[in-house]
C-alpha cells in the first residue's frame, strides 16, 4: 500500500491512515474542473516527485481527472497502451486549456503514449448534437478507440471511420474484450478509472454515471492488472463553490449531479470499493 497516494486536491478520498496524503488543496480552485496549461506546468515538478515513489494514485472528484495527463507524461516507461474506464470519452473540445472533459486527446498526443482505449462510455457525449465536440482526428488514426456501453449512431460511426464499438451485443465479457485489447497492444499498461463508469446503484460520484456493475469493473481490473505499470483512479464525492464566475456556469451547465443526502453512506461506499481497487494493484510498485 505505501506505493499509492492521494493527491488530495479536495479531502474526498478515504482510505486507511497509513497510505501517505499530499496536500493539494491550495490548487483546488486552479486545478478544479479545467486548468489553463500554465497552471498544469506549475504542478509538473510536484507530480514528477510522485511518480518517482508512487504508482497508483488517488485524485479525488472526477472534476480532476484530467491531473492523469500529468501523471502519464512523467511515466517513466514508453509504449504506454493507456486503458481507461469511464462514463465519458474524455475526448472533447476544450478551448481554454486542459479539461476533465478533454485531457484523453492531449495524453493521445504524448509521445509515450501508444494507444487509448476507453471502455464504458454510456453517457450523452455520443449522442445528439454532443457528437461533433467528440476529436474525431485521434480516433481516425487509430490513437484512442471508444468501448461504448450505449448505442453508437450511423453519424458517429461515419465521423469515426468506425473506430467506435458498441460492445453490448458481444457475446463477451468486457474484461474478454479488454484482455483481447491489450494483448494485441501487447505495451505496458497504465490505468484510469473514473467510478463514474458505474451504475448509479453501486455508488454516487458527481457526475451523470454509467451501466457497468461492481463486479464487471472489478473483473476487469484483475484481468489487466499483470500488465499495469501504474493507475489512477477518480470519482470520490465532494462539492466546492466556485470563486470563478465562469467555473460555476460552466459546471452547472455541464451535468452537474446533485450531492445525495446520505454523504456518509456513499463515502463508506467509495471507501470499500477504493480498497478492492488496491487489493487487485498491490503488484505495482514504484
Not at 495527463?69 to 512523467?74: G, N, R, T, V
Not at 473540445?93 to 486527446?105: E, L, T
Not at 494507444?115 to 462510455?121: A, E, K, P, Y
Amino acid at each position: 500500500m505505501q506505493d499509492a497516494l492521494i493527491l488530495d486536491f479536495d479531502g474526498s478520498v478515504s482510505l486507511p491512515k497509513e497510505i501517505p496524503r499530499l496536500d493539494m488543496r491550495g490548487c483546488e480552485e486552479r486545478v478544479r474542473y479545467y486548468s489553463s496549461f500554465g497552471d498544469m506546468t506549475g504542478l509538473e515538478g510536484i507530480i514528477k516527485k510522485a511518480v518517482e515513489r508512487h504508482r497508483v494514485f488517488f485524485l479525488g472528484n472526477g472534476d480532476f481527472h484530467h491531473i492523469s495527463y500529468l501523471l502519464i507524461k512523467h511515466m517513466p516507461y514508453d509504449g504506454l497502451h493507456v486503458v481507461l474506464f469511464d462514463n465519458h470519452p474524455d475526448n472533447m473540445f476544450f478551448p481554454a486549456g486542459i479539461h476533465c472533459g478533454s485531457w484523453v486527446y492531449h495524453a493521445s498526443k504524448l509521445p509515450n503514449v501508444t494507444n487509448i482505449s476507453v471502455f464504458g462510455i454510456a453517457s450523452k457525449d455520443i449522442r445528439g448534437l454532443n457528437i461533433i465536440q467528440n476529436r474525431f482526428s485521434v480516433i481516425r488514426s487509430g490513437k484512442v478507440k471508444y468501448y461504448c456501453l450505449a448505442p453508437v449512431s450511423k453519424l458517429m460511426g461515419l465521423l469515426s471511420e468506425n473506430g467506435i464499438d458498441d460492445i453490448r451485443a458481444s457475446q463477451k465479457s468486457v474484461a474478454e474484450i479488454l484482455k483481447e485489447e491489450a494483448q494485441k497492444k501487447r505495451g505496458p499498461v497504465y490505468l484510469s478509472i473514473d467510478k463514474d463508469v458505474l451504475s448509479g446503484e453501486t455508488l454516487r460520484t458527481g457526475w451523470d454515471q454509467g451501466r457497468m456493475q461492481e463486479n464487471e469493473l472489478l473483473r476487469c481490473i484483475e484481468e489487466i492488472a499483470p500488465s499495469v505499470i501504474a493507475a489512477d483512479i477518480v470519482g470520490d464525492i465532494s462539492s466546492y463553490n466556485y470563486k470563478s464566475r465562469l467555473k460555476k456556469i460552466m459546471r452547472l451547465i455541464d451535468r452537474y449531479e446533485q450531492m445525495p443526502t446520505n454523504i456518509e453512506k456513499e463515502q463508506f461506499k467509495h471507501r470499500e470499493l477504493n480498497m478492492k481497487i488496491l487489493s487487485l494493484l498491490k503488484g505495482i510498485s514504484a
